[in-house]
């Protein structure tokens, strides 16, 4: 390791010894965090100095045998793999804090999966994967009962935290499959409300910003399932393209999402928070634009008073800067 690499590692873990357990803050969780077509390689370095604890997007896709980071579901092949770019990567920070055994600021890292496809081959790569790296992870155990709550399955803390969407044939692997007893490493999020087939696109919009909490997020917390991932939505009318000026009737629903979600035992996530220009874009989703970082400023600040527990962007050291004293 350089010198240079030395003193940001220790930088890193003064900053994490520092910081509230976890749970007690918002996140800066760092949006599709790989290169794009062999650019924006850094954005994993982005997204480490961005501080501690710090989610880290990962999409996820096969290629010839691998599991590589890819925002398509049909890589190419020069694709980074997730173990070289996630784990060796982390890998001093993680074999650190290991021996620190700090357990009260951990997890340092939720290492956050968007796959591109389910097949199941691709599903078990992943779950091998997890396996070698299992003592870096926060687990849990299976219970015995399928309708156990999540508090039968206290966490077993570790820096990492790997977490996974909705998707059913997700969990068959990654739960279902497993005898009572087993380790989980990874842990999913609630089912994503389905709104009736027949609506028009304005009629969607419409809905999801109108739906009431309960309507949306209709079950409850599981050793499996454990978060709630949604777009901004259910927020604001039209997501961030459509947003007006913030207000206090969209703060209001802001906070009536956050306060359900964690009144039934979920933490929540709202995607993705951007403010940028055209000089400034860096590969980001125009459907994720506010239209400047003042407008996107106005929303972690107030995803942050809401107590949103991940706040989802492309800009993670804008948001950090905003967020944390």
């Keep these: 390791m350089r010198h240079t690499d030395e003193v940001k590692l220790t930088a890193a873990l003064l900053f994490f010894t520092a910081c509230k357990f976890a749970d007690a803050e918002s996140v800066v969780d760092a949006h599709n965090c790989y290169p794009y077509d062999g650019r924006y390689a850094d954005r994993i370095e982005r997204a480490l100095r961005a501080g501690y604890p710090v989610s880290i997007e990962q999409d996820l896709a096969l290629y010839q045998g691998r599991v590589v980071l890819s925002h398509s579901a049909q890589p190419k092949g020069p694709e980074p ?3 070289t770019y996630f784990f060796k990567r982390i890998e001093p920070l993680i074999k650190e804090a290991l021996k620190k ?10 290492l956050h999966f968007d796959f591109k496809e389910n097949r199941p081959e691709l599903l078990r790569a992943v779950w091998e994967i997890l396996g070698r790296y299992e003592p870096w992870l926060t687990t849990a155990v299976k219970p015995a009962d399928p309708n156990a709550p999540a508090t039968a399955s206290p966490y077993s803390m570790g820096p990492v935290m790997a977490l996974t969407e909705d998707n059913d044939e997700q969990e068959a692997v990654f739960y279902g499959q497993l005898p009572a007893g087993a380790k989980l490493r990874v842990f999913g999020s609630a089912h994503a409300q389905q709104q009736p087939k027949n609506l028009t696109t304005q009629q969607r919009i419409d809905l999801a910003v109108t739906t009431p ?9 599981t050793a499996y399932r454990r978060w709630w991932n949604n777009s901004w939505f259910v927020v604001e009318h039209g997501g961030a393209r459509g947003a007006g000026e913030w ?7 802001l906070k009536s999402l ?5 009144s039934l035992g979920f933490r929540i996530r709202f995607y993705c ?3 940028f220009t055209a000089e400034t ?5 125009a459907n994720y634009n506010f239209g400047s970082l003042a407008r996107a400023r106005a929303r972690w600040l107030a995803a942050r008073d809401a107590g949103v527990d991940f706040i989802a962007t492309d800009q993670y050291e804008d948001l950090a800067n905003t967020i944390r004293p």
């Design 81 to 83: 793999d997730l173990e």
């Design 101 to 110: 055994n700090d357990r009260a600021h951990w997890p340092l890292i939720y």
């Design 213 to 221: 909490p309960e309507r949306l997020l209709t079950e409850r917390p």
């Design 247 to 253: 207000n206090g009737q969209t703060a209001a629903r």
């Design 258 to 262: 956050v306060d359900y979600s964690h």
């Design 273 to 275: 928070l951007d403010g």
């Design 281 to 285: 874009n860096q590969g980001w989703d």
